[in-house]
């Protein structure tokens, strides 16, 4: 008898030994599965609204416009911050009446040359190639403007043409295979770039524009005859032509193309800036207009969102491999940042 109940000791002791050695292990394996990145709330930041990242870029453009009063019966010369030139000739306004305008008015005029500014403003450069079926594919910039005029919060229309002329000192010198396009808008308000018919404006071989209007050669400028005010770019496309491979950038949970961004800006190649423009709802991640970007090439991938009205930012770099797929984790994402700040982190990458 004695024996038979040391042996059911026994048992019990191996029995409860074990369980609590399953326990353990058990426990051990929970902590080593990797969770869900699901950032957000969950992370202790709670993602923007699309009204609020909008807003967030909306004063970051606004911040950037230079303004001047005038009077229409007297045309101006405007030179820019940055050294653009603007000349509109006298009497050269009309209202949505076509009735000429006198009196003061305002001109606007905004000028982005630098990643940075681009990122911050969501102004990539991403043109549309007619010969690759209207894919947005990267452009290299010799400066992108706004100029606009206006009175009583009217906006005016030129009643001919006017002209301007960017210094190529800018980006890096006159490049002659720079041509002329104009911004279009798609539905949630992002910039793409198309070829601007002669209608638009005509572009001209670097040349500038002299105080009086007088037409000067000088490989210090481009120069343009413009006929509408709108968005205008100086481009040409970016070509790589080492292989393809397909690449995607995933962003935390709560995080997609309506209250974030992601660009990437190649190594050496200061006057260009790309938009992961597609948005994959279910894997939650970014990817370009044609899901291809050239094995070898160094990007610094750069996610931009809002949060109590400062940037939410995350920059990596890496070089792009076959079937590069890039996270951008919750625990990366960087708070408190100014967009004076993320203008001056994107213009100090290589």
């Known amino acids: 008898m004695d024996k038979k109940i040391k042996t059911m000791k026994k048992l019990v002791y191996i029995t409860l030994v074990a369980f609590a050695m399953l326990t353990v292990m058990v426990s051990c394996h929970k902590e080593n599965i990797p969770m ?25 453009l606004e911040n950037l416009k230079q303004t001047e009063t005038f009077r229409a019966e007297d045309g101006i010369f405007f030179i820019s911050e940055n050294g653009a030139r603007v ?37 990539p450069l991403m043109g549309q190639d007619p010969g690759n079926g209207g894919a947005l594919v990267p452009l290299v910039t010799g400066g992108q403007y ?12 030129p ?14 010198g006159k490049d002659d295979d720079m041509s002329l396009w104009k911004g279009e808008f798609d539905e949630d308000g992002n910039l ?7 209608d638009v404006a005509e572009f001209q071989p670097p040349m500038m ?18 006929r509408t005010f709108r968005w205008i770019n100086i481009d040409r496309f970016w070509h790589d032509s080492r ?34 423009v597609e948005f994959n709802e279910a894997g939650n991640y970014f990817s370009p207009f044609n899901g291809e970007l050239p094995i070898g090439l160094t990007i610094h991938v750069i996610f931009v969102s809002e949060s109590d009205g400062e940037v939410v930012h995350a920059i990596k770099t890496t070089t792009i491999a076959e079937d590069t797929a890039i996270t951008i984790g919750s625990s990366e994402l960087q708070t408190g940042t100014t967009v004076e700040q993320l203008v001056d982190l994107v213009n100090a990458l290589d």
């Open 36 to 60: 869900p990145d699901v950032g957000g709330e969950d992370a202790g930041l709670t993602p923007a609204s699309a009204a609020k990242f909008q807003e967030i870029r909306a004063r970051a």
């Open 87 to 123: 000349y509109i000739q006298p009497r050269s306004l009309r209202d949505e009446n076509d009735n000429i305008v006198t009196g003061d008015v305002t001109l606007s005029f905004i000028e982005l040359y630098d990643r940075g500014s681009m990122v911050v403003t969501n102004k």
């Open 146 to 157: 706004q100029l606009e005029v206006t009175q009583a919060d009217r906006l005016l229309k």
């Open 159 to 172: 009643a001919n043409t006017f002209d301007v002329s960017i210094p190529t000192s800018l980006t890096g």
């Open 192 to 198: 793409s770039w198309a070829g601007a018919e002669s």
């Open 209 to 226: 524009i002299d105080s009086t209007g007088v037409d000067e050669e000088d490989p210090r400028s481009y120069n343009i005859w413009q």
């Open 243 to 276: 292989p393809k491979t397909p690449v995607s950038v995933s962003v935390p949970m709560g995080y997609s193309d309506q209250n974030a961004a992601v660009y990437l800006a190649f190594e050496t190649e200061p006057n260009v800036l790309m938009s992961l």
